[in-house]
């Protein structure tokens, strides 16, 4: 293998998948994987992020592929580097989420004999990747550059093609690993990939709209959806329908909500689902569902106990995303333009079902709006936080209590603010990189909202701020262990509970935020918190903690949703 070959070979994949739409790439530093890191790092045309800790640059990758709805290169070293990418690949795979892994590899003759950093590299994702495939060794035969040419771009197509999802190219490299640089990228003999879109048939349009115009009692479920969704086409469909439509804070519609959308926006979904009396009188003959299964319990078990005639979900996947077992009907459509085309007309015993979805949902936020208000748990801590997010922001919540939290008590607003979590696999790790993935996508104002125990996880995420130009605030909610254990049956069973499941380490977090020149501060009141938010951070990264305690906090959900029953129960009483 020459110079001159290796040179080639590599500028050939940089060109390849910047011609295919790829304008970012993660490097995480190592010997093998040199020529790939040098051949991106001399290229302008890319912006080029570092993470020395694969784990969490996989992360960071995922972040910037949520927030841009567009592929992300991953470069890595051999051995136990790629294998630290696998919990973000998962995570993508589930999400749906385009990451283009490098894993740069030994050569063929050094696998298996016991060489230094070679594992079986290659397929070593399985079945979490759309597609798989390792690369010939840099060779100057004719027919090596057009085949690795039209295989990234084919990557490429396979990881933007609906539904998203990662791949994996594994590139073998031999020594010497020394490339030239090169000011301009090589001309390219495969020129373009065009996809298709993703749109009904005639028969199910036809289908839709019969179904919805039969229906006396329906509702829209809007789950967590992609940034490249058209949201417009969906605010069109509800001003068409006029259904109750039930929003997750990961939809992208319980915030931008435009005034003539409001009142059909069903946001306390999840605390009206625990009213035994309202499940009782509101069972839907119709459902159609766009996006991914919400976070809720109650609205899955509502769904599981009434068994809608019809249930419809509509996804771009042909794969059922139903673990309900429920769905009478998969549509395979991505949303778009075609929505508009539907013509509902609205039964004056739908307009009534609406109305009742209204009333309950209006008494839900009155009951939210007081414990914000006046409690001091968590919850009414995370509700601050919401009610003080300025305009033009993101907010990143973990998987585990913090999305729950923004589920129960981020109510509906015309305020530009995105909602994003890692729910492909609701895992708690990761989140750290991944909220700095979304804010170097996004420049926007950002913050994390994150559990201690999650943080901890994480905490190596942060060493992308000592590369990058960073800015976040991460407000650690600190219960001092797994909080979200607290609502589960374990909870219930006094043997062994806290050192399996509470779990607490009695760590705090401020020599950690001073070891990374950090902003900062440790609250106990919303006041503080207000206080905190309200002043202008002095550095790049600000780490609020937020000081709260388990016990305290379920009592006081559990008080809550005791008082939006009661008042529910009322609605039926003549």
Same mark, same amino acid.
């Given at each position: 293998?020459?110079? #001159? ?17 790829? *304008? ?12 790939? @890191?040098?051949? /991106?790092?001399?290229? !302008? ?22 927030? +841009?709805? &567009? ?19 998962? &995570? ?37 990747? !759309? ?15 057009? /085949? ?8 490429? @197509?396979?990881?933007?093609? @609906? ?15 020394? $490339? ?10 495969? #020129?373009?990939? /065009? ?6 048939? #005639? ?62 926006? %069903? ?17 839907? #003959? ?27 979900? %509509?996804? &771009? ?14 549509? &395979? ?13 609205? =039964? ?15 008494? @839900? ?30 907010? $990143? ?5 913090? %999305? ?23 895992? $708690? ?62 909870? +219930? ?43 202008? *951070? ?16 379920? =009592? ?7 008082? %939006? ?10």
């Amino acid at each position: 293998m020459s110079k #001159q070959s290796l040179t080639e070979y590599v500028y050939n994949i940089v060109a390849t998948l910047y011609a295919a739409g790829v *304008k970012k790439v993660v490097v995480s530093p190592g010997s093998r994987s040199t020529p790939l @890191a040098y051949g /991106f790092a001399s290229t !302008k045309e890319f912006e080029m992020y570092r993470h020395v800790d694969e784990r969490s640059a996989a992360f960071l990758a995922l972040g910037l592929a949520k927030e +841009s709805a &567009e592929p992300v290169v991953l470069v890595c070293t051999s051995g136990t580097a790629a294998a630290n990418y696998f919990p973000a690949i998962v &995570e993508a795979y589930y999400a749906r989420l385009p990451l283009i892994v490098l894993t740069a590899d030994r050569p063929h003759e050094l696998r298996e004999v016991g060489a230094p950093q070679a594992i079986a590299q290659a397929n070593l994702y399985g079945h979490h990747v !759309k597609w798989a495939i390792d690369l010939p060794i840099p060779e100057e035969t004719a027919e090596t550059l057009p /085949f690795v040419e039209r295989h990234i771009a084919r990557a490429v @197509a396979v990881a933007t093609q @609906a539904p998203f999802g990662p791949v994996q190219l594994n590139v073998p490299f031999r020594e010497p690993l020394l $490339i030239d640089f090169k000011e301009q990228l090589p001309a390219r003999t495969f #020129q373009r990939h /065009f996809g298709a879109e993703v749109r009904p048939s #005639q028969s199910a349009l036809a289908f839709l709209t019969e179904t919805m115009n039969e229906t006396e009692r329906g509702f829209i479920i809007i789950g967590e959806t992609a940034q490249n969704t058209d949201i417009d086409a969906l605010w069109q469909f509800v001003r068409a329908v006029r259904w109750p439509v039930l929003v997750e804070s990961l939809s992208h519609m319980r915030t931008n909500v435009p005034a003539d959308c409001a009142q059909y926006v %069903i946001d306390q979904y999840d605390a009206i689902l625990k009213n035994d009396t309202f499940m009782a009188h509101m069972t839907p #003959q119709t459902v159609v569902r766009f996006g991914a299964q919400p976070v809720s319990k109650p609205l899955m078990k509502f769904l599981t106990a009434v068994k809608p005639m019809h249930y419809i979900v %509509i996804d &771009e996947d042909p794969k059922f995303r139903d673990s309900l077992h429920v769905a009478t009907t998969h549509i &395979e459509a991505a949303v778009g333009q075609w929505l508009t085309s539907l013509v509902v007309t609205a =039964t004056t015993a739908q307009t009534t079902y609406v109305e009742q979805w209204q009333r309950a949902n209006d008494i @839900a936020t009155k009951h939210t709006d007081a414990y914000i208000e006046q409690q001091t748990d968590e919850g009414a801590l995370a509700g601050v936080l919401f009610n003080h997010l300025p305009n033009h922001s993101d907010l $990143i919540a973990g998987s585990s209590m913090p %999305i729950r939290d923004v589920d129960t008590f981020f109510n509906k607003t015309d305020r530009d603010i995105r909602i994003f979590c890692n729910r492909g696999t609701n895992g $708690i790790d990761g989140v750290v990189s991944t909220a700095f993935g979304l804010q170097y996508a996004s420049k926007r104002d950002t913050y994390l909202l994150i559990g201690d125990l999650s943080f901890l996880h994480d905490t190596n995420g942060l060493i992308a701020s000592r590369y990058q130009q960073s800015d976040l605030t991460i407000i650690v909610m600190n219960n001092d262990g797994g909080g979200i254990f607290s609502y589960l049956p374990q909870a +219930s069973v006094e043997a062994h509970y806290e050192e399996l499941f509470g779990t607490p380490t009695a760590l705090g977090f401020e020599h950690l935020a001073a070891m990374y020149d950090a902003d900062y501060a440790k609250v106990t009141t919303k006041d503080e918190l207000v206080n905190v938010l309200q002043t202008p *951070k002095q550095k790049a990264i600000r780490i609020v903690e937020v000081m709260t305690n388990r016990a305290d906090n379920i =009592t006081t959900h559990r008080k809550l949703w005791q008082n %939006i029953n009661k008042e529910l129960d009322t609605l039926w009483q003549a």
